[in-house]
């Protein structure tokens, strides 16, 4: 076979003649290839210049369906967040009422012990014998204890609460509407709800209310926490 290329493409306009037949024609054998591929990688092959990276499993399926993937991936992760910023919101909230909690206590049982000495300070300042260093250093401790929380409570006149009053005595007058703490012989105190100690109190009831035959007899009653529970028992 005979290439016929142009002069422009040689430079000296002559022909070239390339004989590309697989078998010689004078011994009949046959020739090997002339030009043989260059070893190496291949023009288009991975890791060659030119060569196409190897396409991402994703590519291989459609717009939509790509996008749908990365919806799901996205909700995962952040029903994941949320999940997590619950979790940690809990935890918090749980630590600072335990916190709370334990504080609470250890002051609670602080002031439960200083209680003796606000009721000495107390009858002194009755009995006027609160002056000078001693004064200073009471109010002092009763700022403190103000400061920390702690409530005072029982007065002469309140309705009683046996959630916050303990009766030590009991009696009938015709001065009171209901069950009266006419006499407060030991303050009550609380932390907060936590009532620390009750108040300690007498109390009187309407006369009205005195058993048959002591409300026959006009002779008033006087009874201890037992005689009030087993009269109570009786109405």
């Given at each position: 076979m005979t290439d016929r290329p142009t002069g422009s493409e040689f430079g000296d306009g002559e022909p070239v003649v390339r004989d590309k037949r697989r078998i010689d024609p004078d011994t009949g054998a046959l020739r090997e290839p002339s030009e043989a591929p260059a070893p190496g990688p291949q023009p288009g092959m991975p890791g060659t210049p030119g060569a196409q990276p190897p396409r991402d499993p994703s590519d291989l399926i459609g717009p939509s369906a790509q996008e749908a993937l990365l919806t799901e991936a996205l909700a995962e992760r952040t029903a994941d967040l949320q999940r997590l910023q619950a979790e940690y919101v809990n935890y918090k909230r749980r630590v600072d009422r335990d916190r709370e909690a334990s504080r609470e206590l250890v002051i609670g049982t602080v002031l439960t012990e200083l209680l003796g000495i606000l009721d000495d300070v107390g009858r002194a300042r009755e009995a006027?014998?609160?002056?000078?260093?001693?004064?200073?250093?009471?109010?002092?401790?009763?700022?403190?204890t103000e400061k920390l929380g702690l409530v005072r409570f029982g007065e002469k006149g309140d309705t009683f609460d046996p959630r916050i009053h303990e009766a030590l005595l009991h009696?009938?007058?015709?001065?009171?509407?209901?069950?009266?703490?006419?006499?407060?012989?030991?303050?009550?105190y609380r932390l907060g709800e936590r009532v620390l100690r009750a108040a300690r109190v007498a109390v009187s009831e309407p006369t009205e209310q005195l058993p048959g035959d002591a409300a026959q007899d006009g002779v008033p009653?006087?009874?201890?926490?037992?005689?009030?529970?087993?009269?109570k028992s009786a109405e």
């Amino acid at each position: 076979m005979t290439d016929r290329p142009t002069g422009s493409e040689f430079g000296d306009g002559e022909p070239v003649v390339r004989d590309k037949r697989r078998i010689d024609p004078d011994t009949g054998a046959l020739r090997e290839p002339s030009e043989a591929p260059a070893p190496g990688p291949q023009p288009g092959m991975p890791g060659t210049p030119g060569a196409q990276p190897p396409r991402d499993p994703s590519d291989l399926i459609g717009p939509s369906a790509q996008e749908a993937l990365l919806t799901e991936a996205l909700a995962e992760r952040t029903a994941d967040l949320q999940r997590l910023q619950a979790e940690y919101v809990n935890y918090k909230r749980r630590v600072d009422r335990d916190r709370e909690a334990s504080r609470e206590l250890v002051i609670g049982t602080v002031l439960t012990e200083l209680l003796g000495i606000l009721d000495d300070v107390g009858r002194a300042r009755e009995a006027g014998e609160l002056e000078g260093a001693f004064k200073a250093v009471s109010e002092s401790l009763e700022r403190v204890t103000e400061k920390l929380g702690l409530v005072r409570f029982g007065e002469k006149g309140d309705t009683f609460d046996p959630r916050i009053h303990e009766a030590l005595l009991h009696n009938y007058s015709d001065e009171v509407d209901g069950p009266t703490a006419t006499m407060v012989m030991q303050p009550g105190y609380r932390l907060g709800e936590r009532v620390l100690r009750a108040a300690r109190v007498a109390v009187s009831e309407p006369t009205e209310q005195l058993p048959g035959d002591a409300a026959q007899d006009g002779v008033p009653v006087e009874s201890s926490d037992d005689d009030q529970a087993a009269d109570k028992s009786a109405e």
